[in-house]
């Protein structure tokens, strides 16, 4: 009766794993969550504009990069990077279309790489290092396209 219990939990929570990584696959924003702790760095330029949020957990190290234009396209056409002030709850509601650190580690990087983060439209990182009651920073970024070469 114990063995059925557990397999019948296992393959609920793998169909609940399956549709989170179907969601992610499918959104065209994805979050990433830094919190700041061991093996995550984060980068402040002097004029407060300009961020770095490193992560180094995984096979090789993922970098973010927040500039006031993402790319020379956006700058040509004075499109300035986008910086949201959210409540706490828009994790909850979003909780779908967010990547953490563990969920990263209990899956291939280069597999989340290939298939969810390079073919996103909008990545933003939740920086918890700047909450501030129940408000939390959120700030477009760039992925550093040579982390994996794009390999799956």
Do not use: W
Request: with cysteine.
């Amino acid at each position: 009766m114990k063995a059925i219990i557990v397999l019948l939990l296992l393959s609920i929570s793998g169909t609940i794993y399956s549709q989170d990584y179907a969601t992610l696959k499918k959104s065209d924003t994805i979050y990433v969550l830094f919190k700041g702790k061991k093996k995550e760095n984060k980068g402040v330029s002097a004029d407060h504009v300009d961020r770095s949020y490193d992560f180094f957990d995984f096979d090789e190290p993922l970098y973010f990069f927040h500039y006031k234009y993402l790319g020379y396209e956006r700058k040509i056409a004075n499109i300035v990077s986008d910086v949201k002030i959210v409540d706490k709850s828009f994790i909850k509601k979003n909780k779908a279309k967010i990547i953490t650190p563990k969920f990263i580690k209990n899956n291939s990087l280069c597999k989340i790489v290939a298939e969810i983060l390079n073919n996103s439209k909008t990545i933003y990182i939740i920086d918890y290092t700047e909450k501030k009651n129940t408000k939390i920073k959120l700030y477009e970024v760039k992925m550093n396209t040579t982390v994996c070469n794009g390999d799956g």
